[in-house]
């Protein structure tokens, strides 16, 4: 289905000066696209403005309202959606005029993929962001990272990623299968890097597509929002729910068995990361109690974690 449509979902809350900076590109790279490509902003009950603007300078660009549940906000959309492969992108995201059929592309032509993301660079162009991310255990806590040593020979080769935040195409009703987004993690962070696991599990993969360019502000609207310890609080609590959540056997020993020195470390010299953790024990029942369908045996499983961290290490 070369031709088939396709549809880019923009998430905006409080995001009226990144849609006017960022909307034009989008909707020129949605009207260059060799297939029919929609564009519909999914607004999370914003106060600022954004919708009126929205509906009075972009009367063309579709206009969804979504309680705000964070980037799990897809997830209701996506139901309702028709396309097979679509694009979610934060409201902080430019794109290439080019950017979007070598996305849709990738995850119609390979079998397992899940997703693909593009080459993505800071809005000035001089840092690359991602979206090639390698994956680590470091001191018992999962990471992902994009930057890693060596990166600067790799951008420009296709791979396989753990994950893809800002800027991604996905199939719809792989996606879906998933559950989407996981709303443990609301208000955000890792969501993406838990979606991307839980595809690899089932033996699905997200495709890096350097072909396809994008251009990200990088905290456009969670830096205003909580600050820079509060995005810190964040990365460390979800970061414990992903462990809790996803990792079984070595994996999970190895990280129980770094978290009591962790721990001491935060109490320490790191009072809010000793916080970020009591509040991710609220949520350990959550975290362990959601089931993953996985008709694999548990030998299975472990093999399938061990060889994420193989292929994703650096």
């Not at 996606?175 to 690899?200: A, H, K, Q, S, V």
């Amino acid at each position: 289905m070369p031709n088939a449509p396709t549809h880019v979902f923009v998430l905006n809350y409080n995001g009226g000066e990144l849609l006017r900076e960022c909307l034009p590109s989008i909707v020129t790279a949605a009207r260059a696209a060799p297939m029919p490509c929609a564009v519909t902003v999914i607004d999370n009950e914003s106060t600022d403005g954004s919708v009126a603007d929205l509906m009075h300078d972009w009367p063309s660009i579709g206009l969804r309202r979504e309680p705000n549940r964070g980037l799990a906000s897809f997830n209701s959309v996506l139901a309702d959606a028709e396309e097979d492969v679509v694009l979610l992108l934060n409201n902080d995201v430019k794109l290439a005029v080019d950017a979007i059929a070598p996305l849709v592309e990738a995850v119609r032509h390979h079998d397992d993929a899940l997703f693909a993301a593009p080459q993505c660079w800071t809005f000035d162009g001089s840092l690359y962001e991602g979206m090639r991310t390698r994956v680590r255990m470091r001191y018992g806590l999962v990471q992902g990272l994009c930057r890693v040593p060596g990166h600067e020979a790799k951008v420009d080769r296709p791979d396989l990623t753990a994950s893809a935040g800002p800027v991604l195409a996905v199939n719809r009703l792989r996606f879906l299968e998933l559950g989407g987004y996981d709303p443990l993690y609301f208000p955000g962070r890792i969501e993406d890097l838990d979606l991307g696991f839980r595809g690899w599990m089932r033996g699905w993969t997200g495709r890096y597509v350097p072909a396809s360019r994008a251009w990200h502000r990088g905290f456009g609207s969670f830096g205003p929002a909580f600050g820079a310890s509060g995005c810190d609080h964040l990365a460390i609590r979800n970061t414990l729910l992903f462990c809790w959540k996803n990792l079984e056997g070595p994996e999970l020993r190895r990280h129980l068995a770094w978290l009591p020195l962790r721990l001491v470390h935060w109490g320490l010299l790191r009072p809010k990361a000793l916080a970020a953790f009591i509040e991710a024990m609220k949520r350990v029942g959550e975290a362990r109690a959601e089931p993953q369908a996985n008709a694999q045996s548990r030998a299975a499983r472990l093999a399938r974690q061990e060889a994420y961290f193989k292929r994703f290490a650096w």
